[in-house]
């Protein structure tokens, strides 16, 4: 168990709807980081927060946005989803330094149909 | 830019082989940091090692090692005695000093045959 908790685990949703991911860090990690796994694009960066704040940006379309709340919870929305967003989307932490290594939730896999 | 390349898409073994997984990786930060993950059948990923760039003394972890050689540019894995429980799919990251995102390979699928 990573310590990192992610829900919903599995998600259906039609074409059009906007849905919410959900990502609880470890205890104590500062930073989360949203990462979308597909077959054909492997895994990509999406964006990383760092106690509140926006810290780098990634491949997100302007259809998806995050936020990082108080407590250190982070929720990914997307919405106006296509077939194409179906994926694996994964939430990691860690401390804020860059030698440190990220630890990932067991991800929301997102089928859109 | 930032690049991560395992040419091995797929590797099938059968159990008690050796088998080695390469990584070879391109950045112009000349302090970074080297990683594995594994994601088994269940889907998630799994931290396995982190290599810092200036460090490069080779990691023995039981039937786990990594071979770290920034002449090469390449950080390879080696699985000694594989088991069946070892297939998966891994992944190696790269990470940039000043930057916090991982660059990941697109991974190499393991299986290991009984």
């Known amino acids: 168990d990573s310590g990192v908790t992610q829900t919903p685990k599995h998600l259906i949703t039609a074409t059009g709807q906007r849905v919410t991911l959900r990502c609880s860090p470890r205890?104590?990690?500062?930073?989360v980081y949203w990462y979308q796994q597909s077959l054909d694009q492997g895994l990509q960066f999406l964006i990383q927060?760092?106690?509140?704040?926006?810290?780098a940006k990634g491949n997100i379309l302007e259809r998806f946005s995050a936020q990082q709340f108080p407590d250190l919870h982070s929720e990914l929305n997307l919405s106006s989803l296509e077939l194409g967003d179906s994926a694996l989307y994964f939430c990691?932490?860690?401390?804020?330094?860059?030698?440190?290594?990220?630890?990932f939730g067991q991800g929301t896999r997102l089928t859109v149909v | 830019a930032q690049k991560v390349t395992q040419a091995q898409t797929e590797i099938s073994v059968v159990e008690k082989e050796d088998v080695t997984l390469d990584c070879v990786y391109e950045?112009?930060?000349?302090?970074?940091?080297l990683f594995w993950y594994k994601q088994p059948p269940s889907g998630e990923l799994v931290f396995l090692i982190r290599?810092?760039?200036?460090?490069?003394q080779n990691e023995i972890s039981g039937r786990y090692s990594w071979n770290f050689q920034k002449s090469t540019s390449s950080f390879n894995f080696t699985i000694t005695a594989s088991q069946v429980v070892d297939s998966a799919v891994y992944f190696c990251?790269?990470?940039?000093?000043?930057?916090?995102?991982?660059?990941f390979g697109q991974g190499t699928r393991l299986t290991i045959n009984p």
């Open positions: 205890s104590g990690d500062l930073s």
């Open positions: 950045t112009r930060d000349t302090t970074y940091y």
């Open positions: 927060y760092y106690n509140g704040e926006e810290r």
């Open positions: 990251a790269l990470r940039g000093g000043g930057a916090q995102k991982l660059v």
């Open positions: 990691a932490s860690s401390v804020a330094e860059p030698n440190t290594e990220a630890f």
């Open positions: 290599r810092n760039s200036f460090d490069e």
